[in-house]
């Protein structure tokens, strides 16, 4: 689009008389540059000795205003009702005036050739001065020697500029926590796949909790693209420990049916009473079914000497009953994540490890371990990750040395981490995940979080995320919300983000250094093949009902026969 051969830097435009050390306006010749855009303009400072030196002045094209003066909406009411071509009047069509908002990154020195570090502006910049368009050379200059990391991670190009590549520093991505949001099919987990395949290649541990499977595609694909990596595959297993009564009455409080007070009493005497050894919960329930039905027996032979002669033998019953129901739905929600684990017939699953006795088969240098959710709902979720995350964070807190610093991605992190409006639950997961993100930063915990509805995640843990990816968002409120969390996001930025392509955002925060519009790249590689497209015709084409189904339909056809053969009317 410019000049951009032999020239590092080409005039675009004039600075208007107004400036501050914040922002200036330019008039922008026509079609030089575009919103987003990164320009520059060299301006004279006075600096810390007090000499006047000259600076060259960075800044980002916030807003482009264009307007014909010679183009009055009178013209334009004459012209429409008139039906007038307007070539075919003496009205100028080529005097429009644009106008650029240009807010200030900073300056760097004019002699500065390589390193371009940013410092800040503290003297206006120079009414009338020539603003000029860098080339992508230079641009690329500035943004990798302003980041300045040891380990950059390449993640897009400049949405405006195809040949200005983005890297984020990798250090500040693990050791703090990130927050990537958007709405449905706007880039996150295509996002998510770049960082994660990008941290493989330097052997960091990740953990993913995955809810729907986006990842398994690094399962089959690890041989070819990551032969130097482990890729993990594991299916929940609520195992908990007697630590964890608190937990475990929450799961059985919610999932079961509404306990009155006297009934909630009783159960939590009997979690006091039945020792938890160790094994799942699933079996911890079924030994408080056993003894709960004991005592309803004991209460109805009425015989003395047990401690619960004051309970009632019915709201004993309804305890059991209740307890039957938790088992029920956990049993039917293992049974669902094996049945999707059989759809998958060529990938292992292992169940999830001990985290507790043996972290190291979950966390371990060059290993990429998925914790595959899919089938369970959102409080016995929260409960497997609050446990999970709260065992592992104590090894790194109490530095065991028995597993290194390592990342964990929560996706539809609206599940486990909802903020205090959504969470009529208690989600145990809240607790653990605030914990980590506030003292993750010492132990190496770091935790990049995915939602597409950043309002509804827990507000003290939003805070806590000092990089953001912002990709495409309709909704209102989240837009507010993420004006609110932006630092420079201003209304105009905030209208932009409906009309975002897959795959484009803004990326913010403590891995780059100025926020910038990001064309993040696709790694189609990447990639699950057997979810990756939901394609459901396909599916219903090569549909063929299970033996039972097929059985079932046959006998209710008989039915129907026979039934339309009884021709006996009623009375
Ligand atoms: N950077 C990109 N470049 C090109 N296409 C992209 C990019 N990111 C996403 N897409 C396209 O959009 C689709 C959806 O992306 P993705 O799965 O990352 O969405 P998502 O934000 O995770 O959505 P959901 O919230 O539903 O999980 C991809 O399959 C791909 O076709
Ligand atoms: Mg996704």
């Not at 240098?365 to 959102?378: D, V």
């Amino acid at each position: 689009m410019l000049d951009k051969k032999n020239k590092s830097f080409s005039s675009i435009g004039i600075v208007l008389g107004e400036t501050n050390i914040d922002q200036y306006n330019f008039c922008l010749k026509n079609f030089k540059a575009k919103k987003g855009d990164i320009v520059t303009t060299d301006t004279k400072i006075p600096n810390d000795e007090g000499e006047i030196i000259t600076v060259k002045v960075w800044g980002k094209i916030m807003s482009i205003n264009r307007s014909n003066m010679f183009f009055p909406n009178e013209a334009a009411q004459e012209l429409t009702n008139e039906d007038i071509d307007i070539r075919n009047t003496i009205l100028p069509m080529t005097k429009d005036e644009l106008i650029c908002r240009v807010q200030i990154l900073g300056y760097t020195h004019i002699n500065d050739k390589e390193k371009l570090k940013l410092k800040t502006l503290n003297y206006p910049v120079n009414p009338a001065a020539s603003v000029n368009y860098p080339s992508s050379n230079e641009v690329q200059k500035l943004l990798a020697s302003d980041l300045g990391s040891k380990h950059p991670m390449y993640v897009g190009n400049l949405t405006a500029r195809k040949d200005v590549d983005i890297f984020v520093d990798t250090d500040n991505m693990v050791s703090r926590h990130i927050l990537i949001t958007g709405m449905s099919g706007s880039g996150k987990t295509v996002m998510v796949r770049r960082a994660v395949s990008e941290l493989m290649k330097k052997q960091y541990p990740i953990l993913i909790i995955d809810i729907h499977g986006d990842y398994l595609g690094f399962v089959s694909k690890a041989k070819k693209y990551f032969p130097d990596n482990q890729v993990k595959l594991f299916y929940p297993n609520l195992t908990v420990s007697s630590g964890d009564k608190e937990i475990i009455y929450t799961l059985i409080e919610k999932l079961g049916k509404s306990l009155t007070e006297p009934q909630n009493d009783f159960l939590n005497s009997m979690l006091g009473k039945v020792e938890y050894e160790s094994g799942t919960l699933c079996n911890y329930i079924k030994k408080l079914i056993k003894y709960s039905e004991a005592c309803t027996d004991d209460r109805n032979a009425k015989k003395n000497g047990t401690s619960f002669n004051h309970v009632k033998a019915a709201t004993m019953y309804v305890v059991t009953r209740s307890l039957k129901h938790v088992l029920k739905r956990l049993n039917n929600m293992e049974q669902t994540n094996l049945r999707h684990r059989n759809n998958l017939p060529h990938l292992k699953f292992d169940e999830l490890p001990d985290s507790s006795s043996e972290p190291e088969k979950i966390i371990c240098k060059s290993q990429l371990s998925i914790l595959y959710l899919k089938g369970y709902e959102t409080l016995p979720a929260g409960a497997i990750v609050s446990i999970l995350m709260d065992t592992l964070f104590k090894h790194r807190a109490e530095n065991t040395g028995e597993i290194p610093p390592f990342m964990t991605v929560i996706e539809e992190a609206h599940n486990f981490i909802p903020s205090r409006a959504e969470d009529k639950d208690g989600i145990p997961s809240v607790d653990t995940v605030r914990k980590v993100i506030t003292e993750g930063r010492k132990f190496g915990t770091g935790l990049m979080l995915v939602s597409q509805r950043p309002y509804r995640l827990d507000e003290t843990i939003v805070s806590q995320c000092n990089s953001h990816v912002i990709f495409r968002v309709k909704n209102e409120r989240d837009q507010r919300f993420i004006k609110n969390i932006l630092e420079n996001f201003d209304n105009d930025d905030a209208k932009q983000l409906p009309n975002l392509g897959n795959g484009q955002g803004v990326i913010s925060g403590q891995i780059v250094n100025f926020s910038l519009p990001v064309q993040i790249k696709f790694d189609e590689h990447l990639i699950n093949d057997d979810l990756g497209d939901e394609n459901f015709i396909d599916v219903v084409h090569q549909w063929d009902d299970k033996e039972i189904v097929k059985q079932r339909k046959k006998f209710s056809k008989e039915f129907e026969k026979i039934s339309s053969s009884d021709m006996r009317r009623p009375n």
